[in-house]
């Protein structure tokens, strides 16, 4: 089994619609994260959190909300879809100290038409 | 503000041979660490290679190597032997120690492999 389980692995949906993108792990990892990719752009960081109680906004976080509901659960929602949105989601784990690897999810494909 | 500047947005090579990645980075920070990722078109995020800032000697690890020129800011990958296999898109990432501890990546790198 996969240690970062992201669901669903591909979604297609309408603008104005809700969506939560789920992220769950069995790696024991306080620290998790959501990311955006988009061609020809990299991973951009959307938020993250240390622990259960730590919520942090990154680079892009303007229309996306997050709910750190376990030290395993870190879901992503966005409120009122629209089409610029549509990119690849991931999700990512990682140890307490900064040397540590990020260990990544595979990664959700949103569609928002 | 960090950042992470990837050169090449498209590299290719003969299988067997070796081909180098480009990768520039720009902090104050004197505590950081660097990264290489790697996404074959499974889409998955895989950790190739990853240098402490203050270790001098550059990371190996089989095939993949890392030219790490600390007062250049530059952080180059090499792949030998090239594979059909190492056919991805290539990250280059750069998190500091302290501070915001945030991994920022650049924008990638697509490596064909020809036969």
């Known amino acids: 089994d996969a240690d970062v389980t992201q669901t669903p692995r591909n979604r297609i949906t309408k603008t104005g619609k809700r969506i939560m993108l789920e992220c769950s792990q069995t790696?024991?990892?306080?620290?998790m994260y959501w990311y955006r990719q988009d061609p020809g752009l990299g991973l951009r960081l959307i938020y993250y959190?240390?622990?259960?109680?730590?919520?942090n906004k990154g680079e892009i976080s303007d229309g996306y909300s997050v709910s750190r509901q376990a030290q395993a659960k870190f879901s992503l929602s966005l409120e009122s879809a629209i089409p610029n949105q549509t990119a690849l989601y991931f999700c990512?784990?990682?140890?307490?100290?900064?040397?540590?690897?990020?260990?990544f999810g595979d990664g959700t494909r949103l569609s928002i038409l | 503000a960090q950042t992470v500047t990837q050169s090449q947005p498209e590299m290719s090579v003969q299988e067997a041979e070796t081909v180098t990645l480009s990768c520039t980075y720009d902090?104050?920070?004197?505590?950081?660490?660097l990264f290489w990722y790697k996404q074959p078109p499974s889409r998955q995020m895989i950790l190739v290679i990853r240098?402490?800032?203050?270790?001098?000697q550059n990371a190996t690890e089989n095939r993949f190597s890392v030219n790490f020129q600390k007062a250049a800011k530059s952080f180059s990958l090499k792949i030998s032997d090239s594979q059909l296999g190492d056919a991805a898109m290539y990250f280059c990432?750069?998190?500091?120690?302290?501070?915001?501890?945030?991994?920022?990546f650049g924008k990638g790198t697509k490596l064909t492999v020809n036969p």
């Open positions: 790696k024991g990892h306080d620290r």
């Open positions: 990512a784990t990682s140890g307490p100290y900064s040397n540590q690897p990020q260990h």
């Open positions: 959190s240390f622990d259960v109680k730590d919520i």
């Open positions: 902090t104050s920070e004197s505590d950081y660490y």
């Open positions: 990432a750069h998190i500091t120690q302290g501070g915001s501890e945030k991994l920022v």
């Open positions: 240098q402490e800032a203050y270790k001098q």
